[in-house]
């Protein structure tokens, strides 16, 4: 059972526009979320998170909006660069029932390819 | 500099011959996390200590243990690997506070089984 979800497997953008990845959660006790950032051969790098206090969380080109009532969040880059291209993970955590809030719970990834 | 490392970055060992994967952390983080990640899936979390408290999750198979000597290193040792144990396993560490749990993940290291 899936309690995060990325439905895009792949998204391809060219250079310059705006790069939209989409993330979807079950659990309502999640209440801190994460984008991290994979090229290949490397493990996953941290990017951008947001807390479930706020909607929305600037970073330079990274932008990431939360959901509550629809559970979804979103990352926004712009304006995309090729260097961008990468699996991007999403991931959540919160009070789970064993009373931890440190472990993540990621979705399966969504590759983005910028064009030049 | 790497802060989270692993070794070795690939492995290939046979099927049913033990093996160890290791990873060290220079960051003094309590926590430190195993992931198995296969192809296009998630990162599944194996286990983790919280300093030297073991905590598995529950469908991690028995074949999977794990050694924590210090802080800074950590060890995952599949004692008879099977077929569907190729896949890319992960460390990471953290140092939980408050609502923020920001996980570094090292390079990884990707198992063949042959």
């Known amino acids: 059972d899936q309690q995060v979800k990325q439905n895009s497997p792949s998204l391809s953008v060219q250079e310059g526009r705006i790069s939209i990845l989409n993330c979807d959660y079950t659990?309502?006790?999640?209440?801190?979320f994460l984008w991290y950032k994979k090229y290949p051969a490397e493990g996953p790098t941290f990017l951008i998170s947001?807390?479930?206090?706020?909607d929305k969380n600037e970073d330079g080109r990274f932008t990431v909006f939360l959901n509550k009532s629809a559970k979804h969040l979103s990352l926004h880059i712009v304006p995309s660069q090729p260097g961008d291209s990468a699996v991007y993970f999403c991931a959540a955590s919160g009070l789970n029932s064993g009373g931890s809030n440190y472990k993540l719970t990621f979705g399966k990834g969504t590759l983005l390819t910028v064009n030049p | 500099d790497a802060m989270v490392i692993q070794n070795p970055r690939y492995q290939v060992t046979q099927f049913g011959k033990p093996v160890t994967l290791s990873c060290s952390q220079t960051?003094?983080?309590?926590?430190m996390y195993w992931y198995q990640q296969k192809s296009s899936q998630a990162p599944k979390l194996l286990f983790h200590y919280y300093d030297k408290d073991f905590n598995n999750e529950a469908d991690t198979p028995d074949n999977f243990q794990s050694r924590r000597p210090n802080t800074s290193f950590c060890f995952l040792d599949i004692r008879s690997p099977g077929l569907g144990d190729a896949a890319m396993y992960l460390c990471a560490t953290s140092s939980p506070g408050g609502l923020k749990n920001i996980q570094y993940f090292g390079a990884g290291t990707r198992l063949s089984v042959l």
């Open positions: 947001i807390s479930s206090i706020k």
């Open positions: 659990n309502s006790m999640f209440d801190y």
């Open positions: 960051l003094n983080h309590n926590v």
